[in-house]
């Protein structure tokens, strides 16, 4: 989509008689649908993207990009997903003009670098392999600690303050796509759900807490019930950011999820 955008302004600023209304009659579309594909409000298709494809005068590796941007963009499939990124990474005009959405992925995809970057935050943290590795609850091979701490230096997500020696987190935001960050984020959250259940038998009582319900609700209840932890969140958020500084690292997560599917219908 965001490619799609892109060719579109560089289309109206080097032809004046473009219009959208032209290329939707030229790829046999309606207006009103290709400009919500343009808003974000509707998904691209395998078959938009083939009319786009002849329209535009592309080949069959272009044809492929543009596909693959499209599955990591609006796909709701993680397994497809996953697959059309790693396509994505074998085109050098990708991995060129989307460091940050990669920078973004390695950092995410993988929980202890995120657990790594928080730590610097406990008195007497040290950016050594072996201090890091005694601390993880889960344990993580020393060269693994090696490769992260390499990337988050390298990539600013950690810095050494030039006064106090110390390893700080500086001032960074995450930025990239929203199809990359979706993505990353969901494996993220797999990650630390394995997480949350190992240490229903690793973790004291006293030192964890996890808590549910299960109910029947309908679309309504579930809206409220999403504001709520989303607050509930947001509280969470403000008690952590006064905090500067703590003894462990810990994981806070909200869920909600069906456990039936509307219907009863049986996949496949």
């Known amino acids: 989509r965001e490619y799609l955008r ?10 004046p008689q ?28 395998s078959a938009t993207i ?15 990009y543009l596909e693959q941007l499209r599955v990591v963009s609006d796909s709701d499939s993680q397994k497809d997903r996953m697959a059309a990124l790693k396509k994505l990474q074998r085109f050098q005009g990708y991995k060129t ?9 390695k950092y995410m995809t993988k929980w202890y670098y995120v657990a790594i970057r ?7 943290f040290q950016p050594d392999p072996k201090w890091i590795r005694k601390r993880l609850k889960k344990k993580v091979s020393s060269k693994e600690i090696r490769e992260a701490l390499a990337f988050l230096f390298d990539h600013g997500f950690i810095e050494v303050d030039p006064k106090t ?32 259940t190992d240490s229903i038998s690793t973790t004291a009582r006293d030192s964890r807490w996890i ?3 299960t109910a029947a609700i309908n679309a309504s209840q579930f809206d409220r019930i999403r504001k709520i932890l989303q607050e509930s969140l947001q509280k969470i958020e403000e008690v952590t950011d006064k905090s500067g500084s703590g003894d462990e690292v810990y994981h806070i997560g909200l869920l909600a999820f ?11």
Request: proline fraction near 3%; hydrophobic fraction near 35%; include cysteine.
């Open 6 to 15: 892109d060719w579109v302004d560089h289309a109206r600023s080097t032809h």
């Open 211 to 213: 808590n549910g319900h």
């Open 50 to 64: 083939e009319k786009l494809s002849q329209h535009l005068g592309l080949n069959p590796s272009e044809t492929s």
């Open 118 to 124: 928080e730590m610097t935050a406990i008195p007497g």
């Open 97 to 105: 003009n989307n460091q940050a959405d990669l920078e973004a992925y």
């Open 258 to 268: 069906p456990v039936t599917q509307n219907g009863g219908r049986e996949d496949g």
């Open 18 to 45: 473009f219009s959208l209304r032209k290329l939707a009659l030229a790829i046999n579309t309606s207006v009103s649908l290709l400009t919500m594909v343009l808003k974000g409000d509707r998904n691209l298709t």
């Open 165 to 196: 020696k110390k390893v700080v987190i500086p001032t960074k935001q995450l930025d990239c796509s929203e199809g990359v960050y979706k993505l990353s984020l969901s494996q993220f959250h797999s990650q630390m759900f394995d997480l949350a």
